[in-house]
């Protein structure tokens, strides 16, 4: 029985780490002592200083010589003798078809006396010769004097190994063309009596791919204990094992297993510790658009019982519930750009879907870091609003609630498009797409109710009066809601937030007659200087996300809600006001710095294994950047926080509106009628009881009188002609307003 479990647990492990461990499938030699290489003998430095230096692959080496090494004299083992010097620079390129195949190095060096070498102007080994990170003079001698071993007794004398771990390996190779450079310096400044560089550059292969050429007859394996091997982790691990490993697909959810381990923010959690947060069924799918289709995959799956029904559960901290997101860190190498953003919404005053990292591995396979956490969807503890039932078809139980967004084409009848183009985009076409209810359970009075909505709030919108404080567009969005999320995708200049997954939501009218703008989602490509559009291709900090539509290729096509809101001076001075109250506190680089400083160094070891199979540093993945890719995972942090601090500035400095104390922002009533033009269904809806409703046709008869008493009418008008009328409402309290209404 113990050998049986104990089988069982190596099994485990063993699957756990395929891919993972330094013990290649075989190892191929890329560079031979014997190549061709581009040389310059040290009578003065190659251009150390220069941009770029003779060690990066775009240094012009036109000017050097070329032969066939090793470089040197008076060891028997040189393929090219040059004159007696203190130093000697070499040069090779190497092709890599595909890095994801190598998961380590060895440089095999023979010397004489002291060497630097470096891949793309990474430092790679070093021996006798000065600090690290220090580039040596042409005229720096070696700091001790090393024999050369290969020529010596028969030939069969052994070159000194210096292995290339996967960390500094993702630091330096990439795919297609390479350099390898490197300085070989002599001990002797005077009368130097021998020099020898004999270099091999070699690779361990993760599988039986062929990449390079066979190793050396002499060539020995490195041993070498990975400190990336995934066994445990300080974040939580979640295991997902689908039924008979079958392939996870967009649609539909198929059958796995999941197991998560966490212990605590402070515990380490181990791949054989007992799951002890979730350990039962789920359903699983391919989740997202573009994301889809980048190496690691986002998924959404929900929990279920043995009967394969929807499971609440609570999960990691978060409240019970049944659906959930796996979000892929491809196109972020910081890990954090979606729950920083996240934070300063929720501290905001908002809901923001509730995230929490994690460690992945899918049927044996370790995945990476990925975001655990709440898909959007109306629930008590996530979009507080009131569900809306199949049978909700008429009064208040039909005004909510709703959840739709601005995105992609969905399919046929996933989707409404606006009657109205954007003001900053004439002509172009913008989509609604339902979201909750879904399209496929929404029903033809629901749809006509929120499409109508959305019509009265951009009627009023784009009205020649829309910023009167009656009968304008504040009186059907909750201002505040707009103000907050303009504020949090400027900060971070979120063109995504305009253009697609940019959310709205609308309770029944009994508990909120507005519509709200958010929840936040999708800040994968923000906090970043874009190289997509000429309006952010810069690294000043300048330009407004919501001027996307000024940018030839945008798609979706995003409203010109905020384009036109923004020309009311009463909701710029409100933008302007929330700004600057919140840079003292949430909206400080303190604050910003200590939250990025702290996620940072929780994830530090588990970004290690993360790049150890994907190898995004130092590459410009995903979204497009103008600026240099940092190759550590310190110099990604450095970025990211050098890019809030400029673009703090910038938003300081040019900031909309004006301070001001106004209160105007709160009418004195609110009165809603929508759709107009109409068809069959008129909804009228105020915050007071309205008294009388009359409505007169061009004639001046009254064609309607009505005296609900009620705060909220819904009038049947498809009995009347088409035409013009003109509608009057009288509240309780005395205010009136008269507005054309046209029945279509």
Not at 267 to 287: F, M, P, Q, W
Not at 584 to 602: G, R, T
Request: aromatic share 12%; charged share 20%; hydrophobic share 35%.
């Amino acid at each position: 029985m113990r050998k049986s479990i104990f089988t069982l647990i190596l099994f485990f492990l063993t699957s756990i780490t395929v891919g993972f461990a330094q013990k290649a499938h075989h190892w191929e030699t890329a560079v031979f002592k014997s190549d061709i290489w581009k040389y310059f003998v040290g009578t003065s430095n190659p251009g150390i200083n220069t941009n770029p230096s003779w060690r990066a692959l775009t240094y012009n080496d036109t000017g050097w010589l070329s032969g066939s090494g090793g470089f040197g004299w008076s060891d028997n083992d040189d393929g090219t003798t040059i004159p007696t010097c203190t130093s000697v620079y070499l040069r090779i390129k190497f092709n890599i078809p595909d890095t994801s195949q190598i998961i380590l190095g060895a440089l095999d060096m023979d010397y004489d006396d002291g060497f630097v070498a470096y891949i793309n102007n990474v430092e790679i080994a070093r021996a006798n010769l000065g600090t690290v990170g220090v580039y040596p003079s042409f005229s720096t001698s070696a700091t001790a004097s090393h024999e050369a071993t290969m020529y010596q007794n028969e030939g069969t004398g052994m070159p000194e190994q210096f292995v290339i771990e996967k960390k500094t390996l993702l630091q330096c190779i990439k795919p297609g063309i390479n350099i390898l450079a490197v300085e070989v310096h002599n001990y002797t400044k005077s009368s130097p009596s021998d020099l020898s560089s004999n270099v091999f550059l070699s690779f361990g292969i993760k599988n039986a791919t062929t990449i390079f050429r066979s190793t050396p007859d002499w060539f020995i394996e490195p041993e070498i204990i990975s400190p990336l091997d995934y066994t445990s982790s300080y974040l939580p691990l979640i295991v997902i094992n689908t039924k008979n490993g079958a392939t996870i697909v967009d649609e539909p959810k198929i059958e796995a297993d999941m197991k998560i381990i966490h212990h605590g923010d402070t515990a380490r959690n181990h791949l054989t510790d007992s799951a002890n947060v979730y350990n039962g069924k789920i359903g699983i799918e391919i989740r997202g658009a573009t994301s889809a289709g980048f190496p690691q995959i986002p998924y959404g799956l929900e929990t279920r019982d043995s009967l394969g029904e929807n499971l609440n559960v609570k999960l990691l901290g978060m409240p019970k519930e049944n659906d959930w997101v796996l979000l892929s860190n491809w196109n972020d190498k910081v890990y954090m750009r979606n729950t920083l953003a996240g934070k300063i919404f929720e501290e905001m005053g908002h809901y923001a879907p509730r995230l929490k990292h994690c460690e992945v591995t899918i049927n044996g396979a370790y995945r990476g870091l990925y975001l655990f956490g709440e898909k959007i969807k109306i629930d008590d503890n996530r979009v507080d609003i009131a569900k809306l039932k199949s049978t909700d078809l008429a009064g208040d139980s039909l005004t909510g609630g709703y959840i739709f967004k601005t995105d992609y084409d969905e399919g046929t009848g996933t989707y409404w498009t606006s009657n109205f183009s954007p003001a900053n985009r004439p002509g172009a076409l913008v989509y609604f797409v339902y979201h909750e209810p879904k399209a496929n359970e929404i029903a033809d009075e629901q749809k006509t109710y929120i499409t109508s909505y959305v019509n009265a709030v951009e009627t009023a919108l784009y009205s020649s009066d829309f910023n009167n404080p009656v009968t304008g567009y504040r009186a059907y969005i909750d201002v505040n809601s707009f103000v907050d999320y303009w504020i949090l995708e400027e900060l971070s200049r979120n063109v995504d937030g305009y253009k697609k997954s940019r959310y709205f939501y609308k309770d029944k009218d009994s508990k909120d007659r507005r519509l709200h703008s958010g929840p936040i989602w999708d800040f994968d490509w923000a906090w970043k200087n874009m190289d997509d559009c000429y309006l952010y291709k810069n690294t000043t900090g300048e330009g407004w996300a919501y001027d996307i539509n000024k940018c030839e290729d945008t798609d979706p096509i995003p409203p010109s809600w905020e384009y036109r809101m923004l020309q009311d001076p009463m909701f710029a001075n409100a933008i302007h006001d929330r700004y600057f109250s919140l840079r003292a506190s949430i909206l400080s680089l303190d604050y910003m710095y200590h939250y990025i400083d702290s996620v940072a160094s929780v994830l530090n070891e588990a970004q290690e294994r993360h790049q150890s199979i994907y190898n995004t540093l130092g590459i410009g993945n995903g979204s497009p950047e103008i600026d240099d890719q940092p190759t550590t995972f310190e110099g990604d942090i450095t970025k990211f926080k050098n890019w809030i601090a400029t673009r703090i500035a910038w938003l300081d400095a040019n900031m909309v509106g004006i301070s001001t104390d106004d209160t105007a922002l709160k009418s004195d009533f609110i009165l809603r009628v929508f759709p107009n033009p109409v068809q069959e269904i008129l909804y009228i809806e105020s915050d007071q009881n309205i008294s009388d409703i009359k409505l007169y046709n061009v004639a001046g008869l009254v064609m309607m009188d009505i005296k609900p008493n009620i705060n909220s009418k819904a009038l049947n008008i498809r009995q009347l002609p088409r035409g013009i009328y003109i509608l009057h409402v009288t509240l309780d309290n005395g205010n009136k307003l008269a507005q054309k209404l046209i029945r279509q």
